[in-house]
């Protein structure tokens, strides 16, 4: 799936959130800071599609639902949402662009979590008939 910048607002928010920090990052795996809480944490970008196999939008109020039961309730402890536009190449070789709700959730490792997000990720594609829901993972530090 191929995300298209959101230009302006991606750099305004990711500026102000970088100078909302309390520490800074050396790149040497450290954090500066004098009231530092440092965490190893998982990092999990899902990609949402909102095109139903039948052409209709997963409308707004579909998404918040699913968003509140569904993910929410499962990382209450915060995520972030993100609205982007995506395409990809589906089974049979056709090319879908479609706009896309990207949720960022930051989470301890372990069975536990990705049990949670398999979760999520299954009940959306039953409920919106989709063929996938891309999931990316990655290792993350963190200082809140």
């Known amino acids: 799936m ?19 920090c309390s520490a800074l990052y050396h790149g040497r795996g450290e954090f500066t800071s004098a009231s530092e809480r440092r965490s190893d944490l998982v990092r999990t970008e899902l990609f ?13 109020e579909e ?12 990382f209450p402890e915060g995520l972030t949402v993100y609205e982007a536009f995506g395409q990809y190449r ?26 949670l997000i398999d979760t999520i990720r299954a009940l959306y594609k039953r409920q919106f008939n989709q063929e996938s829901v891309l999931r990316v993972t990655t290792r993350a530090r963190a200082s809140f």
């Open 90 to 115: 589906g089974k049979e070789g056709r090319i879908y662009r479609e706009p896309t709700r990207i949720v960022l959730v930051l989470h301890p490792p372990g069975d536990h979590f990705d049990a």
């Open 63 to 74: 998404w918040k639902d699913f968003l509140e039961k569904e993910v929410s309730s499962r």
């Open 2 to 20: 191929i995300i298209r910048p959101l230009g302006f607002v991606v750099l305004f928010t990711s500026m102000l959130f970088a100078s909302s």
């Open 48 to 60: 949402f599609g909102l095109q139903k196999i039948s052409g209709q939008l997963v409308s707004n």
